[in-house]
T-cell receptor, first 117, second 113 residues
Framework: DVKVTQSSRYLVKRTGEKVFLECVQDMDHENMFWYRQDPGLGLRLIYFSYDVKMKEKGDIPEGYSVSREKKERFSLILESASTNQTSMYLC????????????????FGPGTRLTVL | GNSVTQMEGPVTLSEEAFLTINCTYTATGYPSLFWYVQYPGEGLQLLLKATKADDKGSNKGFEATYRKETTSFHLEKGSVQVSDSAVYFCALGSPYNNNDMRFGAGTRLTVKP
């Protein structure tokens, strides 16, 4: 079974703090993703990475950065947390397309619920 | 661009009732379509998928058929159980870029005994 783990289930931080959210997958997937989930808005992509040290901005990258130094690990960084970053953060991974370009199932971690006070 | 619209919730049903959650999409080409489920306190899990027109995805009594003519992928279950209470997300995967997945807003289902 694919397993995607996230470092914390719940996190409380103060405005202005630097926050690290860690994600690890054990299935040798090339692609990794960070989403935030807010009521009524579904999932919105923050950043994704298709290879080590490679990253691309998603729909809402402002206020976030990412790091991928190893294939299995993808970190989301909030340089200076703000209250509007209070949300559920979901990490996901998937295989690269290759010959199966249409088959792009993503596997999700359990989520980190971040509260910024 | 690609997008997904699913029916707003919340949806409340009695046990053994019939469930339909509507999902329609806008996309170029032939996307893959997915239903994910999120149980309380957990991440998303793939429920079912379909990768081409007229395919029917099914799992745990849930079904959805990829309808190209109506650009729809409605989720159905004939008899829901209390354990089906969760949030359901319709999603679309681009046929040109497998990093591009679009999710609906989610529909919360509560099943009462």
């Amino acid at each position: 079974d694919v397993k995607v783990t996230q470092s914390s289930r719940y996190l409380v931080k103060r405005t202005g703090e630097k926050v690290f959210l860690e994600c690890v997958q054990d299935m040798d997937h090339e692609n990794m993703f960070w989403y935030r989930q807010d009521p009524g808005l579904g999932l919105r992509l923050i950043y994704f990475s298709y290879d080590v040290k490679m990253k691309e901005k998603g729909d809402i990258p402002e206020g976030y950065s990412v790091s991928r130094e190893k294939k299995e690990r993808f970190s989301l960084i909030l340089e200076s947390a703000s209250t509007n970053q209070t949300s559920m953060y979901l990490c996901a991974s998937s295989l690269s397309g290759g010959a199966s370009m249409s088959y792009n199932e993503q596997f999700f971690g359990p989520g980190t619920r971040l509260t910024v006070l | 661009g690609n997008s997904v619209t699913q029916m707003e919730g919340p949806v409340t049903l009695s046990e053994e009732a019939f469930l339909t959650i509507n999902c329609t999409y806008t996309a170029t080409g032939y996307p893959s379509l997915f239903w994910y489920v999120q149980y309380p306190g957990e991440g998303l899990q793939l429920l079912l998928k379909a990768t081409k027109a007229d395919d029917k995805g099914s799992n745990k009594g849930f079904e959805a058929t990829y309808r190209k003519e109506t650009t729809s992928f409605h989720l159905e279950k004939g008899s829901v159980q209390v354990s089906d209470s969760a949030v359901y997300f319709c999603a679309l995967g681009s046929p040109y870029n497998n990093n591009d997945m679009r999710f609906g807003a989610g529909t919360r289902l509560t099943v009462k005994p």
